[in-house]
């Protein structure tokens, strides 16, 4: 038997920094920012939100939208600018057709427009203050929800050029209601692009796990702390993921834009372990930074709505949560050709090199069968660990990262010395 041993532990340092990465991720902001009063009035209001479920049509709700009314009202007032903000409470009512249901709808939705000083459409940042009956929808949407105020303290200060709309929907968690409706409302031409902020978590860091074009993923690009991936957009597209958010109405309608949300641990996501307790200031402050630097971006002067090809996808992630990058799928598709092409070309001429040139490696039919014999060998190991847990436990994936690992190093130990004795 040849036992790599280096391989192996090249191998093993390989599994230990994707286990920290994923366990932990990047930091999120230092303490000491956690303390500033941008925060400290976020974590007031969303302590208000949380007090007990506010499902649509609850008593907790009514309390909840009143609440959200009053501290609208007293931000927009006091603003140099009150006389560029519109607050519109929308209660209209309309038919909706939804899993082959009809359905009569009046909903509770509250439009603040900041007129850009351009008066040019700009971005929507949407958030849903309805809770499902069993969560106090602290992550799930609260953290949401007190973003959409922080951002409005922000722009009442600082007029942006493009137009702000902030949508504090509801009847999210009723087929997605308050987002229909918002597209139905005149108020929707002051936008071209979104931002959705949700939480299909409860807690630590906000993903970007979706965009609907390179357009507006152009917001993303940038410093960070940001993190997400163009995988769990994918992930989300096999509809591995139980869950829909307000993302598809506003992309249905045409709107370019982005979906954030707090993603783990899954498992707490609609219970009653979504609370304050659960949570704390630096996913608060991570979501408001975040939500700030891409309205900026969406909202700023620099901004120009592409006229053409507006409808490409693009590719995202971040480079250990610190620089976020994206890329145009045409520009994705020329750096993976060029590779494509380089790749086999430099293997064919090493072994072109070694074998025919200074021959100094002397490959058998033995050796050229050997590698795809081992590669097989590691997909059926693969496979049957994966089945052996998920057939224990189907909903493994939602409950913690420990089992997933384990399946990782427990395929890794079994499989890699098995086809080293090949
Ligand atoms: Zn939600």
Do not use: C
Not at 205 to 215: C, D, G
Not at 223 to 231: L, T, Y
Not at 278 to 292: E, H, P, Q, R
Not at 379 to 386: A, D, K, M
Request: no cysteine.
């Amino acid at each position: 038997m040849r036992f790599h041993r280096s391989a192996l532990l090249a191998f093993e340092h390989y599994m230990a920094s994707i286990t920290a990465v994923s366990i932990n991720g990047p930091a999120l902001p230092a303490s000491e920012s956690h303390s500033s009063a941008l925060v400290n009035a976020a974590w007031k209001d969303l302590a208000q939100i949380s007090t007990r479920p506010h499902s649509f049509n609850s008593r907790q709700h009514e309390l909840t939208r009143q609440y959200l009314l009053d501290r609208i009202q007293t931000v927009s007032t006091k603003s140099a600018n009150s006389e560029h903000i519109d607050v519109i409470s929308d209660e209209s009512g309309f038919v909706i057709t939804y899993d082959s249901n009809v359905g009569y709808w009046e909903g509770e939705n509250v439009y603040v427009v900041i007129h850009g000083t351009s008066g040019t459409p700009g971005v929507l940042v949407s958030a849903h203050y309805d809770s499902v009956a069993t969560a106090y929808g602290t992550t799930d949407d609260g953290i949401g929800v007190v973003t959409l105020l922080q951002l409005l303290e922000y722009f009442s200060g600082h007029r942006p050029f493009h137009n702000v709309v902030l949508n504090f929907n509801t009847g999210e968690e009723i087929n997605l209601f308050g987002a229909h409706q918002f597209i139905k409302h005149p108020v929707s031409k002051y936008v071209s692009s979104f931002i959705n902020l949700e939480g299909a978590g409860a807690g630590g860091r906000t993903a970007l796990f979706r965009s609907s074009s390179y357009e507006a993923l152009k917001a993303f690009s940038g410093s960070g702390p940001a993190f997400g991936s163009v995988i769990m957009q994918d992930i989300f597209k096999t509809g591995v993921v139980h869950s829909e958010t307000d993302f598809e109405p506003y992309s249905e309608a045409g709107l370019h834009g982005l979906d954030m949300a707090f993603y783990k641990p899954r498992s707490r996501y609609h219970t009653a372990l979504d609370n304050l307790k659960s949570t704390d200031k630096s996913s608060v402050k991570f979501m408001i930074d975040n939500a700030l630097r891409l309205t900026n971006f969406l909202a700023g002067e620099r901004y120009v709505a592409a006229e053409d090809n507006a409808d490409e996808l693009g590719v995202f992630f971040d480079i250990y949560g610190h620089k976020p990058l994206a890329f145009s799928m045409t520009g994705f598709a020329r750096f993976s050709l060029f590779f494509a092409i380089l790749g086999p070309t430099l293997i064919g001429y090493i072994v072109y090199y070694v074998m025919f040139k200074h021959p100094v490696v002397r490959v058998t039919a033995y050796g050229w069968v050997r590698m795809p014999v081992t590669f097989f060998f590691l997909v059926v190991v693969n496979i049957t660990v994966v089945k052996m847990f998920t057939g224990h436990n189907p909903a493994i994936i939602y409950s913690s990262d420990l089992p997933i690992i384990a399946i990782g190093y427990f395929s890794l130990i079994t499989s890699y010395p098995a086809s080293s004795s090949f």
